[in-house]
């Protein structure tokens, strides 16, 4: 019998809860890549067919992942579950039913007696009217539907619940991908460590447009498929993978995929280039694939392919040649190296493209809704000056090497040192950075976390949005004297964090273990 992890044993719990409370809402759980979901989505699957004798569809866009999901599902429940995809030759409906979008879509009337519906990498679905997601909740009628991401933001959108005509989902009820979360994860063993290093050769993005978000392509490989810079990575790639077994390099293209393959095959590295049009030159991608997991090549060189439903987890090394704007795409990118194999101590990432510098750690992503640049703003990343790993700009010891990292910086000279914030006292401190997040609570009404970046040190505050009486009464004047509307759950709090005024300074005082902000300038 397969026994759950601690925090794949929260979903179900968690939304049951939510389902009980919250009659006709659609939630999203965050779970980390690799930390297992498809356990988590088997369990709750496995009580709502037994209790609630509920039938459930769950959908998703990749074939890998409908196959994964499938075979788990079914492993964990100990029930039939049907396929119905084109993709894979199958068109099976039962109680539980593993289901392609692309196949169902323009059948919902198949499953208008389903009333669970769950969707896997639901960052990808665009809420867009007339898409095939659209479509098919609106062919089925009255249903729950449930979101199952390791990144719950699409590109240049934001976060994909809220009470937004743009979002399919309601709210964030179980994230596992905070910093802190994420961390917690990984000392517990549960996800591999990723350890970033800051190349010799770094891709200057200055002069690429943006399309849609995201850097133009055809700009990024006219600029950097050359030789001289493929063979300037592939030295330092050679270099830091000597005592490394498995390779993967994402590419811009299929031109630059190939490139790379093959100064890679000449420097005596099997390898095996990945993308769209592999069977038009007679290459089974399957095959290729199979051969990685197997040995047979030792890196595989990929365009927009394994970003998502792809499980190795014996790869120890990702280099980054494909530079980036979509946290989205970074995040599952990175993810590719996170789940851990017993033979892997971490997982190195060479960042040629600067993808971490520019949107942060996997574990600490910058997500931006979709507005004009405002240009400037801190740095999100440092780099370590002993061994150039790449870390969030608060760590205060490398995790790589010990350093430690001296605070001065960013500091005026006038300004109270975040030191003398224990003596009990209250201080005026700068604030340089703030940011806002949900922190949810299981039986217990949520509250919205708003943290400042003082300088060397990270001060919360909580507001009670969703309390009562007079925490409710502190939280709308909280929200109003920063410009906003009063609001009665964390996401529409949330939603319109970017139009909240920006203290310059805070008044911060130590109570016991605690610190409490008393009051902001602006």
């Known amino acids: 019998m397969i026994k759950l992890r601690h925090f794949q044993a929260e979903v179900t719990p968690a939304c049951i809860h939510y389902f009980r409370k919250s009659k006709g809402k659609h939630p999203v759980i965050a779970l980390p890549t690799g930390s297992g979901k498809t356990y988590a989505i088997a369990d709750l699957i496995k009580f709502v067919t037994k209790k609630w004798n509920t039938k459930v569809v769950i959908l998703s866009h990749v074939k890998e992942i409908l196959s994964q999901n499938y075979k788990s599902i079914e492993n964990y429940t100990g029930k039939k579950v049907s396929l119905y995809s084109a993709g894979v030759g199958k068109r099976e409906i039962g109680d539980i039913t593993v289901a392609g979008i692309q196949s169902v879509y323009r059948k919902p009337e198949l499953f208008k007696d389903f009333g669970l519906v769950i969707i ?220 851990i194999e017993e033979s892997k101590d971490n997982c190195l990432v060479l960042d040629f493209a600067g993808n971490t510098q520019r949107l942060g750690p996997i574990n600490d992503v910058l997500v931006l809704k979709k507005k004009k640049s405002e240009g400037g703003g801190e740095p999100i990343t440092k780099s370590c000056p002993d061994c150039n790993s790449i870390v969030s700009i608060s760590v205060k010891t490398c995790p790589d090497c010990g350093h430690k990292f001296k605070f001065q910086h960013g500091l005026s000279a006038n300004a109270a040192n975040v030191s003398i914030m224990d003596d009990g006292k209250a201080h005026w401190l700068p604030v340089h950075d703030v940011t806002y997040e949900a922190n949810n609570k299981v039986g217990a009404p949520s509250t919205a976390k708003v943290v400042y970046d003082v300088g060397g040190r990270k001060i919360a505050e909580y507001i009670c949005v969703e309390h009562k009486g007079f925490a409710k009464h502190k939280a709308d004047h909280w929200v109003c004297f920063r410009g906003g509307l009063p609001c009665i759950s964390v996401v529409d709090f949330i939603n319109q964090a970017d139009k909240f005024h920006k203290p310059k300074e805070i008044l911060v005082q130590k109570k016991g273990k605690y610190y409490t902000v008393n009051n902001a300038k602006f």
Not at 131 to 151: C, E, L, P
Not at 165 to 192: H, M
Request: hydrophobic content about 40%; some cysteine; aromatic content about 8%.
């Open 120 to 339: 896997d990498e639901a960052h990808m679905v665009n809420p867009s009217e007339g898409t095939m997601y659209d479509s098919f909740f609106k062919g089925i009628g009255n249903h729950v539907r449930v979101g199952f991401t390791a990144t719950p933001f699409r590109l240049g959108a934001g976060y994909i619940f809220g009470k937004m005509d743009d979002t399919l989902f309601d709210d964030l009820i179980l994230d596992w991908c905070t910093k802190e979360k994420f961390n917690q994860l990984v000392k517990e063993g549960f996800l591999c460590r990723l350890t970033t290093k800051r190349t010799k050769l770094e891709m200057d993005t200055t002069g690429i447009n943006l399309v849609g978000g995201d850097f133009n392509e055809k700009q990024l490989a006219d600029k950097f498929d050359r030789e001289e810079v493929t063979n300037a990575a592939i030295k330092e790639i050679l270099a830091a993978g000597v005592n490394r077994k498995k390779w993967l390099i994402f590419a811009i293209d299929i031109n630059h995929a190939e490139h790379i393959a093959e100064t890679l095959i000449r420097n005596g590295i099997p390898t095996a280039p990945v993308h769209s049009k592999m069977k038009e030159v007679g290459i089974d991608r399957e095959k290729a694939l199979e051969g990685f997991k197997n040995g047979k090549y030792r890196c595989v060189v990929n365009v927009n392919i394994l970003t998502t439903g792809f499980d190795d987890p014996g790869i120890d090394l990702i280099a980054l040649l494909r530079p980036t704007s979509s946290p989205v795409l970074h995040v599952q990118t990175l993810g590719r190296g996170s789940r």
